[in-house]
C-alpha cells in the first residue's frame, strides 16, 4: 500500500493535483457545512460541538484527492478498459458526493425547490451528516485500498 502511495505521489503532477482537489473540497464543503462565510467578510469560525464534523470534512478532503490521484495515475499508466477502471473512479465520486452532503445554507434551497420532499431529505441529511461522512470515509478508504492493490499487482511492485 505505501509502494503504491510512492509510486504514484513520486511525480509531482499527482501531488499538485491531490492538493488542488484537497483545498477545492475543503473550501467548498467548508463554505456549505457554514464553517467558512464569505459576507460581509471571508471569516472562518468553528463553534464548539462541531470540531469533530469539521475534521469530517478534512479527511474526506485529503481521502478524496489521494484517491483520485491515483486513479488518474492509473488510467494514464494502464489505458486499460472503461470497465476495469470504473470501479475505482465511480467510487471515488460516490465517497466525495457523500461527504459533500451537510445542510447548512443548502437546506433551505432545498426546501423551497422540492417542497415536502425537499424538507424530507433537508432534515434527514441533516440529522444523518456525521454518519454519512463517516460512511463517505469508509467508501473512500475502500477505494484507497483497492486502488493501491491493483497498482501494486499492475506494476510488480515488491516490498
Do not use: W
Not at 71 to 83: A, D, E
Amino acid at each position: 500500500m505505501v509502494e503504491s502511495f510512492k509510486l504514484v505521489f513520486s511525480d509531482f503532477r499527482y501531488v499538485a493535483i491531490a492538493c488542488a482537489i484537497f483545498v477545492g473540497l475543503l473550501i467548498s464543503l467548508s463554505i456549505a457545512s457554514a464553517y467558512v462565510f464569505l459576507e460581509p467578510y471571508v471569516i472562518g469560525h468553528i463553534p464548539q460541538g462541531t470540531e469533530f464534523g469539521f475534521s469530517l470534512i478534512v479527511i474526506v478532503s485529503a481521502l478524496s484527492g489521494i484517491v483520485v490521484s491515483m486513479n488518474l495515475y492509473r488510467i494514464k499508466m494502464f489505458q486499460l478498459s472503461k470497465r476495469k477502471l470504473s470501479g475505482g473512479v465511480f467510487g471515488s465520486f460516490i465517497g466525495v458526493a457523500a461527504g459533500a452532503c451537510s445542510c447548512g445554507p443548502l437546506g433551505f434551497a432545498l426546501i423551497s425547490t422540492f417542497g415536502a420532499a425537499g424538507g424530507i431529505a433537508t432534515a434527514f441529511v441533516t440529522n444523518f451528516e456525521i454518519p454519512i461522512r463517516l460512511a463517505a470515509i469508509a467508501v473512500l478508504g475502500l477505494v484507497y485500498f483497492t486502488t493501491a492493490k491493483s497498482l501494486k499487482v499492475e506494476c510488480n511492485i515488491k516490498k
